[in-house]
């Protein structure tokens, strides 16, 4: 078994002349929360299509949990999926068509795996309630109830907490967060406070190109550099450029200061004597974070 449950390698998606995937490549490890950033447009979508099997790639080439997955069947226990604007067939109650597609999974107690991932998503008031009778949150939910259900050691989820309200959301991301280390979820949200909060990793699209894809760590540079939140006092970046290892300090508008560092270095070492230095020179401090926001380094990439 390896310890991939996703690789893509050079994969292309063609929709006659327009390509809405161009030559990806990245992997997702087992067990990770893996994030699928990008703005409107980016192939997002349709890369989560291929990785379900709903759409075979132009080019390239797919593992999914050691599988092709443009084999009928072939991952038929292994994923689940919450597809972008998932519709729920009308006139059926929530329980029964959760019973149902458990039954289609091929899962042995439907109505138990049924009521549990029900729970999990914090529906269980629903189970009696016609799908055209619910809100769109509640039906949200419902689709992300059946991607759970029998706990798939793969789970695909396309923008599950879109339309959500606060409370919801967050318990939709307390879900993903326990299936760390245990499932491997892959997640898309234009959220990116989200998903720098909930991922190990992401790939970042762009116009069907790969823009980065990395460790969160990576991707926010929190081992290259730090931001300090300057209270009062001025701050002369040139005397920082002479302390070990700092190789660049500059100011951010009026009260923040960023500085890199070498990648060896220690960054609490750094920190330290940067903010010793400033202390030193009469310099007040609200206070110090390291890397840079998610959403800086995608604005910086788009
Ligand atoms: N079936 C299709 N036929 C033609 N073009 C398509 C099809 N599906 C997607 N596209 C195009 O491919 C590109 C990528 O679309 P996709 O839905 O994958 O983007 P996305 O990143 O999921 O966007 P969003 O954040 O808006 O959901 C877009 O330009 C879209 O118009």
């Known amino acids: 078994m390896s310890d991939l449950a996703i690789e893509l390698i050079g994969i292309t998606k063609r929709f006659g002349p327009k390509v809405a995937v161009n030559n990806v490549s990245f992997q997702v490890p087992r067990g990770a929360v893996y994030g699928l950033i990008g ?14 099997g709903y759409l075979y790639p132009s080019e390239g080439s797919l593992k999914v949990m050691d599988v092709d997955p443009t084999v009928p069947g072939a991952l038929k226990g292994k994923l689940g999926a919450l597809p972008q604007d998932a519709v ?33 998503v914090g529906l269980m008031e629903a189970w009696n309630v016609q799908t055209q009778a619910l809100s769109h949150g509640m039906a949200k ?3 992300m109830a059946q991607a759970l259900m029998g706990r798939p050691p793969l789970v695909l989820l396309d923008e599950p907490t879109a339309g959500l309200d606060p409370r919801i959301a967050a318990q939709v991301r307390q879900v993903i967060r326990d299936m760390k280390g245990k499932q491997t979820v892959v997640v898309s949200s234009h959220n990116l406070q989200e998903l720098e909060e909930l991922c190990d990793a992401a790939a ?3 116009k069907g190109l790969l823009a980065q894809a990395g460790s969160m760590s990576e991707l926010t540079s929190q081992g290259a550099e730090f931001r300090v939140q300057i209270a009062r006092g001025t701050v002369i970046p040139p005397e920082l450029l002479a302390l070990p290892d700092v190789t660049d300090a500059r100011m951010e508008g009026e009260h923040v200061l960023v500085v890199r560092f070498g990648g060896q270095a220690k960054p609490e ?4 004597r940067v903010v010793a230095h400033l202390l030193q020179t009469g310099v007040l401090i609200l206070g110090v974070s390291q890397g840079r926001r998610l959403e800086d380094r995608v604005l910086q990439l788009l």
């Not at 409107?40 to 291929?50: D, E, H, I, L, P």
């Not at 059926?92 to 999990?120: C, D, H, I, N, T």
């Not at 070492?269 to 330290?272: A, K, M, P």
């Open 39 to 52: 703005p409107n447009g980016a192939g997002k979508t349709t890369t989560f299509s291929m990785m379900c």
């Open 88 to 120: 729920l067939p009308a006139s059926w109650e929530v329980g029964a068509l959760l019973m149902y597609w458990a039954r289609l999974s091929g899962l042995e107690s439907p109505e138990k795996e049924a009521r549990e991932a029900l729970e999990q």
């Open 141 to 143: 939910r419902t689709a």
């Open 204 to 206: 970042i699209l762009d």
């Open 269 to 272: 070492e750094v920190i330290s």
